[in-house]
């Protein structure tokens, strides 16, 4: 079941990190932490996980980075990374798919929709 669910888990990644991003302009180790907490634990990953995807965006131009030093924090520049126009069309395809996705699997699998028919 490990194997399983590490492989349904790597294949979301990207549309996960992306629809975060889309929500809030992010660093690395703050898309960890809120991937973390908004699951309830269920995605951990590491660094090494993440910035490849983090990368794969950027080289799509799906996202964009820039570097930002907060004011009052301590003088810690940070690689921020922001959704782009591009991204924002991607993520409503990337959801489109995913609905699909979930309504033909679950009726493969014999799970109940919303739908009363």
């Known amino acids: 079941m490990d194997r399983i669910k590490k492989q349904l888990k790597k294949g979301t990644l990207e549309i996960i990190i ?3 991003i889309s929500k809030k302009e992010m660093y690395g180790y703050e898309i960890i932490q809120q991937l973390e907490h908004t699951s ?3 995605y951990t990953l590491k ?3 993440l910035y490849p995807v983090l990368y794969r965006l950027e ?3 799906l996202i964009e980075s820039y570097m930002f030093n907060e004011e009052g924090k301590r003088k810690v520049t940070r690689k921020y990374y922001k959704i ?3 991204g924002r069309d991607q993520i409503n395809r990337y959801l489109e798919e995913w609905g699909n996705f979930v309504f033909v699997t679950n009726k493969i699998l014999g799970i109940e929709g919303d739908d009363n028919e």
Request: aromatic fraction near 6%.
């Open 59 to 61: 080289d799509n131009k």
């Open 40 to 42: 309830n634990g269920y």
């Open 18 to 20: 992306l629809s975060l």
């Open 84 to 86: 782009t126009k591009s």
């Open 47 to 49: 660094e090494g996980s």
